[in-house]
């Protein structure tokens, strides 16, 4: 079993930037965030592999989101710039053997932290 415990997040202006970060108690091959909005389903955000240190990101996000690892420390991060009103939802972040981008092959969920742009 891994635990997963975020931090970051809250409110901000749009423009404006957040980071949000997830301690992981063991290793999986992969991890990621994915957001959830009111009354959406949960998606995916991004991801990175650590064996190959591959990531991947959702088209809604490129260029503003940026994921990296502190491997030493099993710490994620999310750095999230020029944020839009649209990125607002709860953040979780994911971690799996296969796949952690996809909610429906995440083995290990966070609590969430919520995210708020205004306009």
């Known amino acids: 079993q891994v635990k997963l415990v975020e931090s970051g997040g809250g409110s901000v202006q749009a423009g404006g930037s957040l980071r949000v970060s997830c301690l992981a108690s063991?290793?999986?091959?992969?991890m990621g965030w994915l957001r959830q909005a009111p009354g959406k389903e949960r998606e995916g955000v991004a991801a990175?592999?650590?064996?190959?240190?591959?990531?991947i990101y959702d088209d809604s996000v490129k260029g503003r989101f940026t994921i990296s690892v502190d491997d030493t420390q099993n710490i994620v991060y999310l750095q999230m710039n020029s944020l839009k009103p649209e990125d607002t939802a709860t953040y979780y972040c994911a971690a799996g053997t296969v796949n952690c981008y996809n909610p429906n092959y995440v083995q290990y969920w966070g609590q969430g932290t919520p995210v708020t742009v205004s306009s």
């Open positions: 063991g290793y999986t091959p992969c």
């Open positions: 990175i592999y650590f064996t190959s240190l591959t990531t």
